[in-house]
């Protein structure tokens, strides 16, 4: 039974009276409309039209882009819904994640890196009052995962790192701004990423622990946010088995193996009866292969919500999905009960945000006379400066190479990795220019010359590449006399579809730093804070953690000594080996 009144509705009885007569009033179609949480494709009124009329979609995200337009969209959206919208983004790291001009606060592992759980707080804060500011209510954030493998190439940055209490206060944290802002939260990714190295984009992917190791950690996180009042919970396609194991141990390896968003025990059994969480259950995006690929899409959708989950996030196709949805509840896959269950879920989570009454005055979505102030916040442009101030990590030192000083280190050769090789990014452009400012003549290495070795054995050298090899018989003694330090930065975050977030250096040549002992090179990582597994020769290392101008700016003030290193790594940057802690 759903409890309306209790957390994290806690619904009054006009709220709830709300939620029944919806429900009472509903047709099966509008019933099974709102299961839906589409992405937004197109900001064409036929399009809109279509999700608010034909489908009468629950829930919808769109990517960033320009506040005004996003306005104007969700605007339309919430006029033309009989029933008030969830507008969804993925607050993660700031308000840029909402909208293009919002405020990049810092992913949540340069926020735990502050070792304040503040910082948590102004991060739900930042990035949800910005999301409000055009009309978002509900945020895919915070991400609770425990970043316990460092290989995982979807987890890391995205992660408040791999101690439970600070993944748990820095995520209190963020639910307490959150709710001051008025959105609801979705603590993700049940039943915990993390684990495994794999991500659940590209396939079903493994949390491996046991059932007591699980319920000391994750189960720990849950259970203690579920308790802060979190409305809704976004389930993975990440299988459990021994949880499962422990729940039904006759279970058959195929319900072992099942991914969350498809299993009855790990959400019913698991998160709605062991976590007593009464709130509402959201399915990953399911264009990911570990849902797609575990059984056929006609029959996972109805299961996803026969089977416990209250929303479905994102379709391959909307009609089909809306055609598989309904026949499965025509075919009894999806019953009477469950329907009515999921409906009232998403209903009560709609009217715990008063939905209803700001349809009812018109203030759904804020005036766009509004949105430049929000976006312009002086109190948390400071805020941001602050936590880049305290986010930045010395990993070691162990050559006494820092300070740099424009006057001992003036020549200084920058390389820069990045995934896309390019003459120079934004943020190649922004660091290099950081470094000219303070008096550093700055040679930036020129990575389109990277050789490629099949066309150098056919004959095909281009210029580039001749500038390369030339590199190569280059005598020591000249690399060291044109450079009095280098510095090798990577910028290689978190992404989905990923096998990997490796530094991937030319071989040959001055790319790959095989000059440390001839002439005194940092690393600095804004990205992957697990990047010294490949340059282990480096002796003086820097994490930063997010790619913006605020946290560059902290950087280089950090490197030239003006600004002491204040950063706590929320995870073991030496990967559990000794010899990269020299």
Not at 291 to 314: E, Q
Not at 334 to 348: C, D, G, H, M, S
Not at 390 to 397: C, S, Y
Not at 533 to 547: A, E, F, Q, R
Request: hydrophobic share 40%; aromatic share 8%; charged share 25%.
């Amino acid at each position: 039974m759903i409890n309306l009144k209790k957390a994290p509705f806690n619904l009054d009885q006009t709220g709830i009276d709300w939620v029944t007569n919806t429900l009472n009033n509903m047709t099966l179609e509008e019933k099974i409309g709102q299961l839906f949480c589409t992405i937004g494709m197109s900001d064409e009124k036929a399009a809109l039209d279509y999700l608010t009329k034909n489908i009468q979609i629950g829930g919808i995200m769109f990517r960033p882009t320009s506040g005004e337009s996003l306005m104007t969209t969700h605007r339309y959206l919430q006029d033309n819904s009989k029933i008030p919208l969830l507008i969804a983004a993925n607050l993660e790291s700031g308000g840029q994640e909402a909208v293009a001009e919002g405020i990049n606060f810092g992913m949540p592992m340069g926020v735990a890196a502050t070792n304040d759980a503040e910082f948590g707080y102004r991060l739900g804060k930042v990035s949800c009052a910005q999301g409000a500011a055009v009309g978002i209510n509900w945020s895919f954030a915070p991400i609770v995962d425990i970043d316990m493998n460092f290989r995982n190439p979807i987890t890391n940055l995205r992660t408040f790192g791999s101690d439970v209490d600070k993944v748990i206060n820095m995520s209190k944290g963020y639910l307490r701004g959150a709710a001051e802002e008025g959105l609801a939260v979705s603590i993700k990714h049940f039943p915990g990423d993390g684990v495994d190295e794999r991500d659940q984009h590209l396939l079903t992917s493994i949390n491996s622990l046991s059932a007591s190791e699980w319920r000391e950690t994750y189960g720990r996180v849950y259970q203690e946010l579920i308790k802060e009042d979190a409305q809704t919970v976004m389930v993975g396609h990440i299988a459990q088995p021994e949880m499962v194991k422990a729940l039904k141990p006759d279970a058959t390896r195929e319900e072992q193996y099942t991914p969350g968003s498809l299993s009855p025990v790990l959400l019913n059994n698991l998160l709605r009866e062991e976590l007593d969480f009464n709130g509402l259950i959201v399915t990953d995006a399911t264009l990911m292969v570990g849902f797609t690929s575990f059984m056929s899409r006609k029959d996972a959708v109805p299961a996803a919500i026969a089977n416990g989950c209250d929303m479905f996030l994102f379709n391959k196709s909307v009609a089909e999905d809306f055609d598989y949805m309904l026949k499965g509840y025509e075919d009894g896959v999806i019953t009477e009960e469950r329907l009515n269950e999921a409906v009232t879920r998403i209903l009560a989570t709609k009217a715990s945000l008063n939905l209803p009454e700001k349809q009812a005055n018109n203030t759904l979505v804020p005036s766009v006379e509004s949105l430049p102030k929000a976006l312009a916040n002086e109190e948390h442009k400071a805020w941001t400066s602050e936590c880049a101030d305290a986010a930045v990590t010395l990993v070691k030192d162990t050559q006494n190479m820092l300070p740099l000083n424009p006057t001992t280190h003036k020549r200084l050769y920058l390389n820069v990795i990045e995934r896309s090789i390019v003459a120079e990014s934004d943020f190649t452009k922004s660091l290099k220019e950081a470094l000219e400012k303070e008096g550093f003549e700055v040679t930036l290495r020129n990575r389109l010359g990277n050789i490629d070795a099949a066309k150098m054995m056919a004959g095909d050298i281009s210029e580039e590449m001749m500038a390369s090899l030339a590199d190569m018989q280059q005598p020591t003694s000249e690399f060291s006399k044109q450079f009095d330090a280098a510095l090798i930065v990577g910028n290689i975050g978190a992404s989905s579809n990923e096998v990997t977030i490796r530094l991937a250096f030319d071989a040959l040549g001055n790319d790959i730093p095989w000059f440390v002992k001839d002439v005194p090179t940092a690393f600095v990582s804004f990205g992957n804070p697990y990047h010294l597994l490949d340059v282990p020769m480096v002796s003086t290392v820097i994490n930063s953690y997010t790619s913006s101008e605020t946290v560059i700016k902290a950087t280089v003030d950090k490197m030239l000594g003006r600004s002491d290193f204040k950063g706590v790594s929320p995870v073991d940057p030496f990967c559990g080996r000794e010899e990269l802690t020299f």
